[in-house]
């Protein structure tokens, strides 16, 4: 027997089921839960579904179908018949079908759909006899089915390019349609007649052959297969291919073709079809929220053709406040449709997308699927649905991923400074958050810009699904039609972009490149920003906030994460003020403090001067005085950091850069140095020119200043330790860590762990304290500690890997350098990506597994953690959890996403998580 290509949904049965994406696609495996689980049976039309396999098939062999294909196909076309009472290609009783196209995950947009499959001049009659002598129907539907054929099976399948946006059949099509209205003075579709409609379909006909030199098809099973081979060839369409790339889908993977009975929300003012989430997906609010538009087919409502209406008063908005509620209009079928969304995302235990049609007053269901959201609505519905007992705790981690989390704390337009603007324009809030960039009108240009390293706001009349890479480089999108379901809302909110749509008082003028609103005129380059959250639209740049500090519902759900996750967060702060922000974000320590931050910024003069003074010192009875004068500002430092995180551990790491970094350049400063110094300007220069070095980041350095200069780490031994004491006589809790960076031997940490202790007693005698708890530990940060990572951990008792330094000179690449040769090393796929971005795993976590491996073969519980930049990043933080480190340490702002990364990193490693 041949194997099984064909797959029926219907009349509360289905072959399929949701579970069968892989082979059916997404929206064929959920038709067929729709329609046949025993707890759903929703009113889904009948139809069947083509595998995923007959397109992988097609593509290897030459696009040709399998055998046994067209008798499976109509065979279950008769069911579908029978089921429906009508016959497909019938001229008394005609069956029609769309041919919808559904891959295993939602591309939206991105391929074909076919509607009204099957009408043809023998069976026009038949449909006008079954709608009730509905002749404007039926040419409406005919039209429709023109045009869409025309675009998708016989110019774009055929891979006919037209030469520009224009030349497409679609548009030009279009155009006619448009002309007829402004003839006749229509304003809406649905003005046009059924005499408009039907001289419009002939007008079509002539248009497409001699556009096309083609005749549109006159027979049913002809317009059938040929939809069916558009779908399949759709899957390697450029749109498709690009849109695979950026959200990394395989190309291997094919769609499914649907075939399903046709239901009509064109039949007239009792009709209408429409879209609905379960959840708002822009703020994750738990209320149906909607739009549907009267008397027109599915495709009305993506496109932005006219202004879909709310379904209810919660899915108002300022752009649609005055149009009537589905509610209101249908009240009955509202409240179906509200008890199947209720079903829906129960079943589905998630918020669900969904697509409805009502025929005559009847209503159908014709696709659900897990809704897209952006950041914050991902955080609220997790958090609400676990709240609600609908999913389990680590389900609701595993809903947000670290990018959507990232979202939350995305920048704002400060308040205060929005306040203070009157808004330029008001379209719907489709993303979230604040951008401000410069505006392009093609997603061409929005490319191009970007490579400049521009930031650029995208405005479009409405955005297709060929403007997905521009859309990408672009801050943030604008367009002057569509809805909250239109293409760009869509697209935005899956990518968590800043997006306004359906800003209705933009006048777009494509040619001379300019926005005429308001009686003002924007032109490509001006600066706008815009308000997402709230679809305000402002001329200029506005200033820009973060406010995610004291959200609640962030606090909530990271708390989830903590009692999940393993690993410890700690930060890397620097100043007090770092210290307790990384705190709010439930920072549990400080992973790195460098103490030659004091040098640097605010406040830093004296001290500075104090530095410089040490580092020309010649004699160490010069540089001791030099210290002693610089000892009170690096204790307070070192004090104010230790007090904001009292009772949490401090990874103090001692004076790190090369010294000649320090030294002043400016004369004036020269002068007074040499004059405090008391030595000549010559003399200064020759002390200055000493500390030259060709290589200062493997110069000396590190450890290698207290090797040379032990005075220099006694000294900050004594102010760590004198800070620690003072803070315990006033009642407090200090724990700090003492790190020596850029150790390559064991000898190194003797030498400088015999100042420590030596500096540990004094302290000690000097308080009048029995202990001042501390730990001594090393950076890893340099290839040769990992190895003798054993030797290393007799004295020290914990390791912190500095991957920075370690991926610099794992690879022998200078992080200040590696722009030059990057991009070439990526695009030849050298490398998969920036090692300074993600831990390149294969060589450099080897490196990190070896030295804890070996570190713990010696001490058994020493403390390991990573302070490099890769500390904060989702994939680095797995692997960080799976070598067994007790915690990864980031700046204050990755905190949260440390987090969410490590509570999931414990669960995919329980393996209860499919991808
Ligand atoms: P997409 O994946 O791009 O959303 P769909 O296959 O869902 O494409 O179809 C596009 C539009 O046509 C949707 O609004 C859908 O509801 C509508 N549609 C598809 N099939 C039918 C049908 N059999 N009857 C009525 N409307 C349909
Ligand atoms: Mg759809
Ligand atoms: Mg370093």
Redesign the pocket.
């Known amino acids: 027997m041949a194997k099984k290509y064909v797959y029926f949904f219907g009349a509360g049965k289905a072959e399929g089921n949701e579970s069968m994406k892989e082979l059916l696609g997404g929206k064929g495996a959920n038709l067929a839960e729709m329609a046949g689980h025993k707890d759903l049976r929703l009113p889904v039309p009948p139809g069947f579904t083509i595998t995923t396999e007959v397109c992988t098939y097609y593509y290897k062999h030459n696009r040709t179908y399998p055998k046994g294909l067209k008798e499976q196909v109509q065979k279950a076309l008769r069911r579908v018949e029978k089921i429906m009472g009508r016959r497909f290609g019938d001229p008394d009783n005609p069956l029609l079908v769309s041919v919808r196209s559904g891959a295993r995950r939602s591309m939206p947009g991105m391929m074909e759909t076919v509607l009204n499959i099957g009408l043809t001049t023998k069976t026009i009659p038949g449909l006008i006899k079954q709608s009730g002598a509905n002749e404007r129907f039926v040419y409406d539907a005919y039209r429709r089915l023109i045009m869409m054929y025309a675009d998708v099976v016989m110019e774009k399948a055929s891979g006919i390019e037209p030469k520009d946006e224009e030349s497409g059949i679609r548009r030009q099509l279009e155009k006619i349609m448009q002309q007829m209205k402004e003839k006749k003075g229509y304003k809406a579709d649905t003005d046009l007649t059924a005499e408009d409609l039907k001289e419009l379909c002939q007008l079509f006909k002539a248009k497409v052959r001699e556009v096309l030199k083609r005749d549109f098809p006159d027979e049913p099973y002809q317009q059938l297969w040929e939809g069916i081979g558009a779908v399949f060839a759709s899957w390697q369409g450029k749109r498709a291919v690009s849109y695979r790339r950026i959200e990394g889908i395989p190309d291997d993977w094919g769609t499914a073709v649907n075939v399903q009975t046709m239901v009509f929300g064109n039949m007239g003012n009792d009709s209408a079809t429409g879209v609905a989430f379960t959840r708002n997906p822009g703020n994750g609010e738990k209320e149906f929220y909607g739009e549907y538009l009267i008397n027109a087919q599915g495709e009305d409502v993506v496109a932005g053709i006219r202004t879909p209406a709310p379904i209810n008063e919660y899915s108002k908005s300022e752009y649609n406040k005055d149009l009537l509620t589905l509610e209101k209009a249908m009240p009955k079928i509202y409240k179906e449709l509200y008890n199947y969304q209720k079903r829906l995302e129960k079943h589905y235990r998630d918020m669900q997308d969904i697509e409805f049609t009502i025929e005559k007053g009847r209503l159908f269901m014709l696709q659900c699927r897990v809704g897209k959201r952006n950041g914050l609505a991902a955080v609220r519905m997790a958090y609400d649905m676990y709240k609600e007992g609908l999913i389990t705790k680590e389900e609701a981690i595993m809903r947000v991923s670290p990018a959507q989390l990232d979202e939350l704390l995305h920048p704002i337009i400060d308040p205060k400074e929005e306040m203070s603007h009157k808004p330029l324009a008001k379209g719907l809030p489709a993303g979230p958050g604040g951008a401000c960039g410069q505006i392009v009108f093609t997603a061409q240009d929005a490319v191009e810009w970007k490579k400049q390293g521009k930031k650029v706001i995208l405005v479009r009349e409405e955005t297709n699904p060929e403007d997905v890479e521009g859309m990408r480089a672009a801050e943030a999108i604008l367009t002057a039609r569509g809805g909250m379901t239109s293409h760009a809302a869509l697209v935005a909110r899956g990518w968590g972009k800043c997006c306004i749509v359906g800003c209705s008082s933009l006048h777009i003028d494509y040619i001379r490149k300019e926005i005429h609103v308001d009686g003002k005129v924007l032109k490509e380059g001006d600066w706008i920003t815009l308000n997402g959250t709230k679809g305000n639209v402002y001329e200029g740049r506005l200033l820009m906030m973060d406010v995610s500090a004291e959200n609640k519902l962030l606090n909530d759900f990271l708390k989830l994460c903590d009692k999940v996750k393993k690993l410890g967060i700690r930060t890397n702060a620097d100043t007090p003020e770092d210290a307790l922000r990384a705190r709010q974000f439930g920072a549990e320590g400080i992973g790195l403090f460098r103490t030659e931050h004091m040098f640097y910024g605010k406040g830093s003069e004296e001290p500075l001067y104090i530095l410089r003074k040490m580092i020309i010192s010649k004699t160490e009875e010069e540089r001791k005085k030099a210290l002693d004068e610089l000892f009170p500002y690096v204790k307070n430092d070192i004090k104010g950091t230790l007090e904001a995180m009292d009772g949490l551990p401090v990874v103090i790491r001692l004076l ?1 850069p090369p010294l000649h970094e320090f030294v002043p350049r400016e004369p004036q400063k020269l002068v007074q140095l040499a004059k405090d110094l008391n030595i000549t300007l010559e003399e200064l220069s020759k002390r200055q020119e000493a500390l030259h070095e060709s290589n200062p980041m493997m110069g000396h350095r590190g450890v290698r200043l207290g090797i040379t200069y032990p005075e220099i780490t006694a000294m900050q031994v004594r102010a760590i330790f004198e800070a620690a004491a003072e803070l315990i006589k006033e009642g407090k809790n200090p724990y700090p860590e003492i790190m020596i ?2 150790v390559s031997d064991i000898k190194e940490l003797k030498d400088q762990h015999l100042i420590v202790e030596k500096v540990y007693k004094q302290t000690l005698t000097k308080y009048g304290l029995k202990k001042i708890k501390y730990m001594f530990g090393t ?1 890893m ?1 340099i290839p040769r500690a990992s190895l003798v990572a054993d030797k290393l951990a007799q004295l020290a008792s914990f390791f912190s890997f ?1 991957t ?2 370690l991926t610099q000179m794992g690879f022998g690449f200078s992080r200040d350098d590696i722009g030059a040769f990057l991009p070439d090393y990526l695009e030849k796929g050298i490398l998969p990506e920036d090692p300074f971005q993600t831990i390149d795993q294969e060589g450099i976590g080897e490196l990190i597994k070896i030295g804890i491996e070996r570190g713990r073969k010696t001490r058994k519980n020493l403390e390991v953690g990573i302070c490099g930049e890769h500390g904060g990043e989702p994939r680095s933080v797995e692997f960080c959890h799976r070598v067994g480190m007790d915690y990864v340490s980031c700046s204050p702002f990755r905190v949260p996403i440390a987090k969410l990364a490590a509570a999931q990193a414990v669960l995919k490693e329980k393996k209860k998580w499919k991808p």
Do not use: A, I, T
């Open positions: 790190d960076p850029v950076m940060e500095g920075n330094d």
